[in-house]
């Protein structure tokens, strides 16, 4: 085992290699690309024994990693962002064949307006897809659970593709102090790729992903997939175990940081809930007894885990790194969903949406969070769903505006004077 | 290339008399599409997995039933190319890796309709061909969107009726080439062949068979619904497609373009438009001379500059 410097992109990219992945299709995106630029340089100077091409778009890419994976083979490969949501017929596709492979998605917001930086909106925009989920926090988790995901996605109770989540930049770009397991211990904990029953043989002539007509034969089969991703939940408990066994990290389905005796808990996924585990120490410090939950899977989504977890807990401030547009964030909806009617369910589920194209969520704004949501369990009241954005933000975008605003009056000034013939003072 | 195989079919007959590929599927009765697979799969064999995207082709394989021998995967509209590749990929890996034997390989095979091959599938299959993609692409040619009721396409004549171009004039665009977009990729191998002309196809099958890289294939495929005629005449206005000069026979093979079957005496065009009922606006209430004309003049200016 060795320490290293890596950044997320490095560790998912170590993560492939270690796991012996036979090939990788490829697209290159922004924040993602780091990862198949080093593939690509390891199997270029022999360090890899793997077979690298880049497609001319993520949906050829998808689709070359799903016909790939149903030919019998290891697959991995890797996306952000706008890459995602083109791939997004082959996501639902492929997910429908069972071709079980592995893509790192680093998350990034969405078009329009275009930016480079993170927000969840790509990712909880394949959260029906049929791809399992995994949430990473942190450059270790990324590494260890591309490890598990392979596990995940390959197990006979799944056989599913399997999407493991780092947020760009936080994640992506940032280097932190990762331990890289030995690869003779990755190569026995992933262990062989063992097909099954899902290969392309001459000897064994095979029809994959063929049409149905009627709702019957659909219905089975669409069904089918849900209650396998649905065995993700133990399935990963069991890798988790296994991988703790091997390497000595331990991943729970759902994170818990100083919950048992929170009066109020943070819901946020990814690399944020670093910074809500700060504000957590800091509000404890303070006096207030708050905790965080991270759900490290999102599909299958783990209901009984915060149904559990959240027994007896007053108040629940859920953060979405997303908007469902005209409905709001994604995890507080699925989080309510499944705690309504439960008898010790929290009184109060609260909303906030932040942290939007990257923007960055302070500890002042989990203190506010805090003390509004405390104020609104006291009162018995409810609390409608609020944008972190402050009072400044909106001055100074504003401003910007008014500046850009006079700048082009200034030039229509212009112009229209040269065109009078008046010359440009 | 061996010159045994390449020269097998010499004969119509020693076109084989039985079909490999099962019936009872779906498509429509007379489908020329249907007519040129059964042709090219008795030549390609069962060692083969067929990669397929969105079209009236898809319902050959309808759960639990294929009419197929080999393999077959349906992808999506767009990508069958890519799916091709994973699956060419895969196996080299697994030969590679000696986790399979030679014999378990296949030819992998790509079937799309005309609307993904020139349209939306384009990308895909530049993509595959850049990439040197060892794979038999074949397209089966209705010129227009089938399997959704026949609406134009790029492959679409100009002037025929669709379902999307029902005006006086019909479909105001071009076919468009499809043969040399694919040509100026310089692939191993393109060819177009059309079923009514068995032995053609089958020489061309089997040398492209026999090849290794993009074997790109466009079949003209009548379709007695998209292109309303009665589905008994099929063979017949496949031939008139030949000896009218409208669907020309070529091939494209180490930079240069040779025609297969030059129509000497070619058939006027309206012999070959008259039976289609896409084309009975041309005909009728009244003849329209001008569009006669100038479709007639498209294909001698073709001719024209084949022959020299
Ligand atoms: C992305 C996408 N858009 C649209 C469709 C609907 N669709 C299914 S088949 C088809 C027509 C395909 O035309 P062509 O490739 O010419 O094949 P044909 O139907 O003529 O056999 C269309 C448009 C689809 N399946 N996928
Ligand atoms: S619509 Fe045309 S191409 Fe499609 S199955 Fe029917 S005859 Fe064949």
Redesign the interface.
């Given at each position: 085992m060795t320490r290293m410097l890596l950044t997320g992109n490095a560790a998912a990219a170590w993560a492939a290699r270690l796991a012996v992945a036979?090939?990788i299709?490829a697209f290159p995106i922004t924040p993602q690309t780091e990862i198949i630029e080093s593939l690509a340089n390891w199997i270029d100077n022999g360090e890899m024994d793997a077979?690298l091409?880049t497609?001319?778009?993520e949906?050829?890419?998808i689709?070359?990693?799903?016909?790939?994976?149903?030919?019998?083979?290891r697959v991995y490969s890797a996306t952000s962002s706008q890459g995602l949501l083109y791939a997004m017929?082959?996501l639902y596709?492929v997910a429908g064949w069972r071709a079980p492979f592995v893509l790192t998605n680093v998350s990034r917001g969405l078009s329009s307006p275009i930016t480079l930086e993170s927000d969840h909106n790509d990712i909880v925009a394949a959260r029906d897809c049929g791809f399992l989920q995994i949430h990473c926090s942190s450059c270790q988790e990324v590494l260890d659970n591309t490890l598990m995901a392979f596990r995940l996605a390959e197990d006979a109770r799944i056989r599913l593709p399997v999407i493991v989540n780092l947020d760009g930049f936080y994640l992506s770009f940032t280097r932190e102090p990762v331990e890289l397991p030995d690869a003779d211990k990755c190569r026995q904990f992933v262990g062989q790729y063992d097909a099954q029953n899902m290969l392309?043989?001459?000897?064994r002539?095979?029809?994959?992903?063929?049409?149905?007509?009627g709702g019957s034969?659909y219905s089975y089969f669409r069904y089918e997939t849900h209650l396998a991703a649905q065995n993700g939940l133990s399935v990963y408990e069991d890798v988790a175990t296994d991988f703790e066994q091997h390497f000595g990290r331990h991943y729970d389905v759902l994170e818990a940081y100083k919950t048992e005796d929170a009066e109020i808990v943070f819901v946020i996924m990814g690399s944020y809930s670093s910074k809500a585990k700060d504000a957590v120490n800091s509000l404890r410090d303070a006096g207030q007894k708050a905790g965080l939950l991270r759900p490290r899977l999102l599909r299958p989504f783990p209901a009984k885990h915060f149904q559990q977890a959240l027994k007896d807990v007053k108040a629940v401030a859920v953060i979405d790194q997303n908007i469902s547009t005209g409905m709001g964030g994604v995890l507080h909806t699925e989080l309510s969903a499944a705690l309504y009617g439960q008898t010790q369910a929290p009184q109060l589920i609260a909303s906030y949406m932040g942290g939007l194209g990257g923007r960055d969520i302070s500890s002042e704004e989990f203190f506010e969070m805090a003390k509004e949501v405390s104020n609104a369990v006291k009162k018995n009241q409810p609390l409608a769903p609020r944008l972190l954005y402050t009072e400044t933000e909106l001055r100074e975008l504003r401003k910007l505006q008014a500046v850009a605003h006079v700048e082009r009056q200034q030039l229509h000034n212009s112009r229209q004077q040269t065109k009078k013939g008046g010359a440009i003072k | 290339m061996t010159e045994a195989a390449v020269g097998f079919y010499r004969r119509m007959k020693d076109l084989p008399s039985t079909h490999l590929l099962g019936t009872g599927t779906a498509m429509c009765a007379g489908c020329g599409g249907l007519e040129a697979l059964h042709e090219i799969y008795d030549i390609i064999g069962d060692k083969s997995i067929f990669v397929n995207a969105a079209g009236c082709m898809t319902l050959l394989s309808v759960y639990p039933f294929t009419p197929f021998r080999g393999s077959w995967l349906y992808t999506a509209m767009a990508s069958a190319p890519a799916g091709a590749q994973g699956v060419r990929d895969a196996l080299d890996i697994l030969k590679a890796k000696k986790q399979i034997t030679d014999d378990e390989d296949m030819q992998v095979v790509v079937l799309t309709g005309d609307g993904s091959a020139y349209g939306m599938g384009l990308s895909a299959t530049s993509g595959a061909m850049e990439r040197d993609l060892d794979f038999l692409y074949i397209c089966y040619d209705n010129e227009g969107y089938g399997n959704t009721g026949q609406q134009y396409s790029g492959a679409t004549p100009h002037a025929a009726k669709t379902s999307t171009s029902k005006g006086a004039r019909g479909f105001a665009g071009f076919k468009k080439d499809l043969f040399s977009i694919w040509a100026a990729h310089q692939p191993a191998y393109v060819a177009t062949v059309i079923g009514a002309e068995p032995l053609d196809l089958a020489k061309k099958i089997e040398k492209a068979r026999s090849l290794k890289g993009p074997r790109m294939i466009i079949a003209l495929s009548p379709c007695p619904t998209g292109w309303d005629y009665d589905p008994k005449e099929t063979v017949n206005i496949g031939k008139l497609a030949v000896k009218t000069g409208v669907w020309p026979l070529k091939e494209y093979i180490n930079g240069k373009v040779v025609h297969t079957k030059i129509p000497r005496q070619r058939q006027p065009l309206e012999d070959y438009l008259k039976c289609q009922g896409r084309y009975k606006h041309l005909f009728e209430p009244q003849r329209n001379e001008v569009m006669l004309n100038q479709l007639q003049q498209k294909i001698d200016q073709y001719w024209d500059n084949i022959n020299g």
């Open positions: 036979d090939y299709p077979r091409v497609l001319e778009s949906h050829s890419m689709t070359a990693a799903g016909a790939a994976a149903a030919t019998g083979i017929e082959m596709t392309f043989r001459a000897s002539p095979t029809s994959q992903a063929v049409a149905v007509l034969p | -």
